[in-house]
C-alpha cells in the first residue's frame, strides 16, 4: 500500500511539473520582455486629460500591473466621472469591469447594466454576429458582480447565440466565450443542471470555431483578434478537437510586435494581458494595494520611424452604390503623400484637391474612424458604414494607423451590414 501511495504521488508530481511546463512554454521569454514593456509604455503614455478615457487600456494596466500610477490615477476619475447615457451597452460594461479593476465601486452603472440587458434583443433574427460582442461583456461584468441574478439574463444571450446562424466572428467568439465561461464557473449551488448543458454546448461550439480560425503560424484570425482568443481558449472548461499550440501564438504575436504592429493603444490593451498571462476573468482578483511605479526595461534597438522623405502615390475611391441612398457615386482620385504617412494623411490631401472627397471622423476607443463622407454617414439603424479597403481585402487597422505603400489601392465603401 506504501509502494502504491508512493508511486501515486510520483505520477502526480510528475503530472504537476509537466503542467508547470507547459504554462511556462507559454509566457514570454525573458529576452523578449522589454518588447512587451515597449508596447505597455506606448499605451499608457496614450493616457491624456484630452484623450478617449478607454477602459480596456485601464483593465489591461491593472491586470498586468502599471508603470504610470499617475496615468492609472486619471483615467480611474475620468471613468468614474463618466456619463453613462451615450454609451452602448459593451462600453457601459468596460467601464464596470475597468472600474471593478482599480477597486473602486461603479454604482449605479451596475444595475443600469443589468436593466439594459434585461432588455436586450438582437436586432433581426440573424443579427451579425459582432453585435453580440457588447452583450458578451455585459454577461461578463455583470457574472463578476452577481452570478445568481445573471443566471436567467445569460440562459436567455446563450440561447439566442445557439440560434444564429450569421458567420462566425473570432473576437466575439472569444467575448461570449470569457462570458459563458465566468457563469458556467459560478452557476449557484441548486440551480438546475440544464444550465450547465446549455452553457456546455455554446463554449463547446463556440471554442470548436475558434480553433478553426488558427493559421498555422499560431495567428487566430487576425492578429488583432488573437489576443482575446488567446484568453477564450486558455480558460475555457470546454476544449476544442484541434489542440491549441500556445506558444507557436505567443511566438508570432512577438515577431509582429518586433515589426511594429502594435501601435495603436486599443490593440495593445487586447493583447497586452494574454501576453501576460492574464485574462478578463481575473479583473475581480486584481490586488489594489498601493505600489511604486516600476521602470520597464525597453528594448534597446526601437523601431525606427520612416527614414525616407520621398513620396508614394496612393490610388483613393469613394464608392456609394446602395440603393436607397441618395447620392450614388463613384470617384477615384491618384494622390501623393510623404513615404510612412497614414492612411488619415491620404484622406486629407484627397479632400484638400477635390470637395467630393470631403470626410468627417468619430473618436472611439480604437481611434478615429471615419463616419461620414461626402455627407453620407453611417446609420447604426440602416446598419450601414464606411468598409476601407486595400484592393479587395478590408483593412484591419483603422485610418489613422494604416500605412499605405506605393501604387496601393484604396477603396472606402458605403457598406450595408
Not at 480553433?211 to 476544449?239: E, F, H, W
Not at 500556445?246 to 490593440?267: R, V, W, Y
Request: with cysteine; proline share 6%; glycine share 6%.
Amino acid at each position: 500500500m506504501a509502494w502504491f501511495s508512493l508511486c501515486l504521488l510520483s505520477l502526480l508530481w510528475a503530472m504537476a511539473a509537466t503542467s508547470t511546463q507547459t504554462r511556462s512554454s507559454c509566457s514570454v521569454p525573458p529576452a523578449q520582455q522589454p518588447l512587451v514593456n515597449g508596447i505597455q509604455v506606448l499605451m499608457e503614455n496614450s493616457v491624456a486629460d484630452s484623450a478617449y478615457p478607454n477602459p480596456s487600456v485601464l483593465i489591461a494596466m491593472n491586470l498586468v500591473g502599471t508603470h504610470n500610477l499617475e496615468a492609472q490615477k486619471l483615467l480611474t476619475y475620468k471613468l468614474m466621472a463618466s456619463d453613462t447615457a451615450g454609451l452602448t451597452i459593451g462600453q457601459l460594461a468596460l467601464t464596470v469591469m475597468a472600474l471593478a479593476s482599480s477597486c473602486r465601486d461603479p454604482g449605479s452603472k451596475v444595475s443600469i447594466l443589468q436593466s439594459r440587458m434585461e432588455s436586450w434583443a438582437p436586432s433581426r433574427p440573424n443579427a451579425e454576429a459582432s453585435s453580440f460582442y457588447g452583450p458578451s461583456l455585459a454577461i461578463l461584468a455583470l457574472c463578476q458582480k452577481n452570478p445568481e441574478t445573471t443566471l436567467p439574463i445569460a440562459a436567455r444571450f446563450a440561447k439566442t447565440v445557439l440560434a444564429n446562424s450569421s458567420p462566425f466572428n473570432v473576437d466575439t467568439g472569444a467575448m461570449v466565450t470569457l462570458a459563458l465561461t465566468c457563469m458556467y464557473n459560478k452557476i449557484p449551488v441548486g440551480s438546475e443542471e440544464g444550465y450547465r448543458t446549455l452553457f456546455g454546448q455554446v463554449l463547446k461550439d463556440t471554442v470548436e470555431n475558434i480553433s478553426m480560425r488558427i493559421k498555422d503560424n499560431g495567428i487566430i484570425g487576425d492578429i488583432y483578434s488573437t489576443g482575446l482568443a488567446m484568453q477564450a481558449l486558455s480558460v475555457s472548461p470546454k476544449q476544442p478537437n484541434k489542440e491549441w499550440n500556445c506558444k507557436k501564438t505567443m511566438d508570432a504575436i512577438l515577431n509582429e510586435i518586433k515589426q511594429g504592429k502594435f501601435h495603436n493603444p486599443m490593440s495593445v490593451a487586447q493583447i497586452l494581458p494574454s501576453l501576460e498571462g492574464k485574462t478578463y476573468l481575473d479583473v475581480p482578483h486584481v490586488s489594489c494595494s498601493p505600489d511604486h511605479e516600476a521602470q520597464p526595461t525597453l528594448p534597446n534597438n526601437p523601431s525606427p520611424g520612416p527614414t525616407s522623405a520621398s513620396e508614394i502615390t496612393v490610388t483613393y475611391t469613394v464608392n456609394n452604390q446602395l440603393r436607397g441612398v441618395e447620392l450614388l457615386f463613384n470617384v477615384t482620385t491618384n494622390v501623393s503623400v510623404r513615404s510612412g504617412s497614414v492612411l488619415l494623411v491620404v484622406l486629407e490631401e484627397a479632400q484638400r484637391k477635390n470637395p467630393v472627397f470631403k470626410f468627417e471622423t468619430t473618436m472611439t476607443s480604437w481611434g478615429l474612424v471615419v463616419s461620414s463622407i461626402n455627407d453620407i454617414s453611417e446609420n447604426v439603424n440602416h446598419r450601414t458604414f464606411w468598409q476601407f479597403l486595400t484592393g479587395t481585402t478590408p483593412l484591419n487597422e483603422g485610418v489613422a494607423d494604416y500605412v499605405p505603400v506605393n501604387h496601393e489601392h484604396i477603396t472606402a465603401n458605403f457598406t450595408q451590414y
